[in-house]
């Protein structure tokens, strides 16, 4: 078992700023990627980033250029830093880590931090 907990998240204007940490205890050594995934209002959940072990990075188009993943491997954490916010940011951000083998959408969770973003 694999326990996340997140922190950062919270409301900014369009344009702005905002950091998310993750840290990931218990089972870490079975993580291979480390994630963030949103769920934006009445839509299903959609995966923001991911990074691998090895440190390569995979975004969606939407947050292309405006978001950076990083992790630390040596503190089990992944963070997620987020400029030039957009409305169509605002959702519930989820930590994700993905053990070996498991694929996308799939291992564990954290409980969700919002973020909001106004116009």
């Known amino acids: 078992q694999v326990h996340l907990v997140e922190s950062g998240g919270g409301l900014v204007q369009a344009g702005g700023s905002l950091n998310l940490s993750c840290a990931a205890s218990?089972?870490?050594?079975?993580?291979?990627?480390l994630g963030w995934y949103r769920r934006p209002p009445g839509k299903q959940r959609e995966l923001v980033a991911i990074v691998s072990s090895g440190g390569h990075a995979t975004y969606a188009d939407s947050v292309q250029g405006r978001f950076t993943i990083s992790r630390d491997n040596a503190k089990s954490a992944v963070y997620l830093q987020m400029v030039t916010l957009k409305p169509e940011d605002t959702g519930v951000y989820y930590c994700?880590?993905?053990?070996?083998?498991?694929?996308?959408?799939?291992?564990?969770w954290g409980q969700g931090t919002q973020v909001t973003v106004s116009s």
């Open positions: 218990g089972a870490t050594f079975t993580i291979d990627h």
């Open positions: 994700n880590a993905e053990p070996t083998g498991w694929g996308r959408y799939r291992g564990y």
